[in-house]
């Protein structure tokens, strides 16, 4: 369940320094390398759709901040802090386009700071990347042809939340890509569970 809130709950404040690039894959692309797409699928659980949709509505943010945060400390916990380019898909996300995920496996960056930095990510008026993102967020869209090296389909139905990883097998392990699936639903559940109000962004600001 969403933690009570606390007016200090966010204690510090998102790293203002540009974090170092994230490589979260185990091998680059190789040259004329042909795609070789594998996908695994999380069981549906109606316990995490209930807490994701929960704490959306109790801490006033979508549901699209609470899962590229829960994305940002899976990344983090497997691959070491820094950060990375994701692509976020969603209705409630427009228009698509890259935004700069940080990564971090623990303190300083708590669960509300994870929130507050995909929060931040997300702001119209945030810096994007320049560059393609290899990684793909999707939520509650209908899943095509893969178009990143990493994609994660997160879908909410009658059954319950699941969570979707495709990728190329040329550049992830299977069993790094099974550590990083472990590691977004524990971060899911902490997020969801230990989050507090958070702080506002300067498009906040002015409405």
């Given at each position: ?10 204690k ?6 540009a ?8 091998r ?21 759709a209930a ?29 070491g802090d820094?950060?990375?380019a ?18 971090a496996?623990g ?8 929130l507050?930095?995909a929060?931040n ?7 994007h990347p ?6 793909m967020?999707?939520?509650d869209?209908?899943?095509g ?14 059954d ?15 069993y ?17 569970s230990d ?10 600001k002015?409405?």
């Amino acid at each position: 369940m969403v933690a009570p809130f606390l007016p200090d709950e966010v204690k510090h404040a998102v790293v203002a320094a540009a974090p170092i690039a994230l490589d979260i894959f185990d091998r680059a692309q190789a040259v004329s390398a042909p795609l070789e797409f594998v996908s695994c699928a999380s069981a549906p659980s109606s316990e995490l759709a209930a807490e994701l949709e929960y704490a959306a509505e109790w801490l006033g943010v979508r549901s699209e901040e609470i899962l590229l945060a829960a994305l940002g400390r899976a990344f983090g916990r497997t691959r070491g802090d820094g950060a990375v380019a994701v692509t976020v898909r969603s209705a409630a996300v427009a228009p698509e386009h890259p935004v700069t995920l940080l990564c971090a496996t623990g303190w300083p960056m708590g669960p509300s700071e994870m929130l507050q930095g995909a929060h931040n990510a997300l702001l119209p008026d945030a810096d994007h990347p320049h560059s393609p993102a290899d990684i793909m967020l999707t939520v509650d869209t209908t899943a095509g042809a893969p178009e990143t090296p990493l994609q994660v389909h997160v879908r909410r139905t009658a059954d319950g939340l699941t969570v979707d990883w495709t990728y190329d097998a040329a550049r992830l392990d299977s069993y790094s890509v099974e550590e990083m699936a472990e590691q977004f639903v524990l971060a899911l559940i902490e997020i969801t569970s230990d989050a507090g109000a958070l702080l506002l962004g300067q498009t906040d600001k002015a409405i």
